[in-house]
Nanobody, 117 residues
Framework: QVHVVESGGGLAQPGGSLRLSCAASGSIFSIERMGWYRQGPGMQRELVAAITSGGNTNYADSVKGRFTISRGNAKNTVYLQMNSLEPEDTAVYYC???????????WGQGTQVTVSS
């Protein structure tokens, strides 16, 4: 059974930092890619950052230079270090994991990030 669980959201001031964590369970040997997406109020869900099993990363232009995605040693965990936060980063952040053995993505329940003074 597959589970994807996020943690680490909360409230930050503009210019502050937060770190999100995500852990996936199941056939973790087949995880091809993990990523972070976000959905702001009235907005469509968008890719924030992703990392492949080979360690390749990609970022949305809006977060380049501010956010960093990384993996844990176990390869079924992923982190999103968010620095220099802006009010526009306010959203629900979702973690996804793509499992090759199931040929689909699995999603977490989301964690709220609010950037406000």
């Amino acid at each position: 059974q597959v589970h994807v669980v996020e943690s680490g959201g909360g409230l930050a001031q503009p210019g502050g930092s937060l770190r999100l964590s995500c852990a996936a369970s199941g056939s973790i040997f087949s995880i091809e890619r993990m990523g972070w997406y976000r959905q702001g109020p009235g907005m469509q869900r968008e890719l924030v950052a992703a990392i492949t099993s080979g360690g390749n990363t990609n970022y949305a232009d809006s977060v380049k230079g501010r956010f960093t995605i990384s993996r844990g040693n176990a390869k079924n965990t992923v982190y999103l270090q968010m620095n220099s936060l802006e009010p526009e980063d306010t959203a629900v952040y979702y973690c996804s994991a793509r499992f090759a053995v199931y040929d689909r993505d699995y999603w977490g329940q989301g964690t709220q990030v609010t950037v406000s003074s």
